[in-house]
């Protein structure tokens, strides 16, 4: 049993090797929301949350707000198991996803640390070692020639970022891609929404053509009938990413026939058994499943997302994390990827040692 003594509350924003560019957004320095939580042992957790108003609706400012008040829920309660967490931070308030997420990490990580166990050892079983991870190309001036370098370190899968050229510059990108990388790479292009109905319908009625492995979102979230529309314009599988928050959106988007697969959020599900109960489903309904972080998330997170991936059911679409951006990160023990693959850090819990001078260093 442990003893929650102290929660702090981080709001950060760390360097990007480059400028990040995407459909509708471009992202020059990230920002994400650290949780630590301590025990009456000394034994700290921690969690985080990217902030993304375009994506969940929290702002950094109002993920403070909750987690304050969920911190004042639970401050000296006692837990035993990772049951207890679960209950505890859905029951704590109404919606606030990405607040609850990083507080449950954290807690979670704290529990299996005070259990000696790993956080893939207390959330779920093990169904596979290695973690093939995706490479993101956003557009660089010479991203052939990236592509073509990360293949030689090891990467077997690639996402093309969309939406923000003219939809035959997208397309002669995507194909130049797969001439580069063959076809035995996973080859993807993500449009973040970005397209307006019709020129997502004009995209997917083309993209067959490119010879992608699937084609992710070319338009906002809420527009299921245009995704379905899209689906049937494609022999290749669609993929959701904005439009799925929850299990109830994948039950939707599976009804409709309005997507063969999806990348699923921790920030989004606002739990690591509500995000396993999801891939669960899809398993059951053979659609595809990437699991993901947000672009510019910290070691934090993409521990999180390893320790997740090593349990989930289903991982046919691979990994996003982000480390490998980032142009400085905030664990004394840097995570590492080697051909293509998070290694996750050996040890309690997540595995990692926060430097919380770096923490400080990149408070905002």
């Known amino acids: ?90 029951r704590s308030i109404y919606g606030n996803y990405a607040a609850k997420s990083a507080i449950e990490v954290a807690l979670v990580d704290l529990l299996a640390k005070t259990q ?9 079983i093990k169904q596979r070692e290695e973690l093939p991870i995706i490479w993101r190309i956003a557009g660089a001036k010479n991203e052939t020639d990236e592509a073509k370098k990360m293949k030689d370190d090891g990467f077997s899968a690639f996402k093309i970022k969309v939406g923000a050229n003219t939809i035959p510059e997208d397309l002669s990108r995507a194909e130049n891609l797969r001439r580069v990388l063959g076809e035995h790479i996973q080859l ?24 992608l492995d699937y084609m992710e979102q070319p338009v906002n979230g809420y527009d299921v009938e245009t995704m379905k529309k899209c689906n049937s314009l494609m022999d290749i599988p669609l993929s959701a990413d904005e439009g799925i928050h929850s299990q109830s959106d994948l039950i939707l988007h599976k009804k409709m026939d309005a997507a063969d697969g999806a990348s699923l959020k921790l920030i989004k599900f606002g739990g690591i058994k509500a995000l396993l109960l999801a891939v669960d489903y899809m398993k059951e309904q053979n659609m595809h499943v990437n699991i993901s972080g947000k672009a510019g998330d910290s070691s934090v997170s993409a521990a999180t997302i390893g320790h997740i991936s090593h349990v989930a059911s289903k991982l046919d679409w691979f990994s ?7 142009a400085d990160d905030i664990i004394k023990n840097p995570m590492t990827i080697q051909d293509g693959k998070i290694i996750l850090k050996s040890g309690l819990g997540l595995g990692i040692e926060i430097d919380e001078n770096k923490v400080e260093k990149y408070k905002i």
Not at 116 to 124: D, Y
Request: hydrophobic share 40%; charged share 25%.
């Open 320 to 326: 996003n994390v982000s480390i490998q951006y980032l």
């Open 188 to 211: 993807t292009a993500d449009a973040n929404a970005g397209y307006s109905s019709k020129d997502a319908l004009d995209l997917c009625s083309k993209i067959d053509g490119a010879v």
């Open 116 to 124: 000696k166990k790993t956080f893939s050892e207390l959330i779920g």
């Open 1 to 90: 049993m442990l003893k929650i003594k102290e929660i702090t509350i981080h709001n950060i924003a760390l360097p990007l090797q480059e400028t990040i560019r995407m459909s509708k957004v471009i992202i020059e320095k990230s920002n994400s929301i650290l949780v630590k939580v301590k025990s009456t042992d000394d034994i700290s957790g921690w969690g985080e949350a990217a902030s993304s108003l375009s994506m969940t609706g929290e702002s950094s400012a109002g993920m403070i707000l909750a987690l304050e008040y969920i911190k004042n829920e639970i401050i000296n309660k006692e837990i035993e198991s990772i049951g207890e967490i679960y209950e505890l931070i859905q």
